[in-house]
């Protein structure tokens, strides 16, 4: 069983930033990939930003250059440092990660978390 713990959203200004955090924890032998989508009221889930094992980055266009995408590999945990934040970047964000435990590697999801940029 593994389980991705998502903490960090909240309401910011335009121009604001934030910081993601999302820990994995269970019977995990190693995580793979990690990464963040993001999915607005109406629209379909899309990939913000993710970052291999090796630490090699993938970001969506619209966000390179605002947000970072990084992980500590000793607590299983990725961040999304999220920098000069626009109304569109509102959005429900979900954590994901490719866990290999000691039968079986898959995709997990976090539960979420809602990022709201308004004045």
């Known amino acids: 069983q593994v389980q991705l713990v998502e903490s960090g959203g909240g309401l910011v200004q335009p121009g604001g930033s934030l910081r993601l955090s999302c820990a994995a924890s269970?019977?995990?032998?190693?995580?793979?990939?990690m990464g963040w989508y993001r999915q607005a009221p109406g629209k379909e889930r899309e990939l913000v930003a993710e970052?291999?094992?090796?630490?090699?980055?993938n970001y969506l266009d619209s966000v390179k250059g605002r947000f970072t995408i990084s992980r500590d590999n000793s607590k299983n945990t990725v961040y999304l440092q999220m920098n000069s934040l626009k109304p569109e970047d509102t959005a429900v964000y979900y954590c994901?990660?490719?866990?290999?435990?000691?039968?079986?590697?898959?995709?997990?999801w976090g539960q979420g978390t809602q990022v709201t940029v308004s004045s």
């Open positions: 994901n990660a490719r866990v290999r435990t000691w039968t079986t590697t898959s995709d997990y």
């Open positions: 269970g019977s995990i032998f190693r995580v793979n990939g």
């Open positions: 970052i291999t094992s090796s630490e090699s980055t």
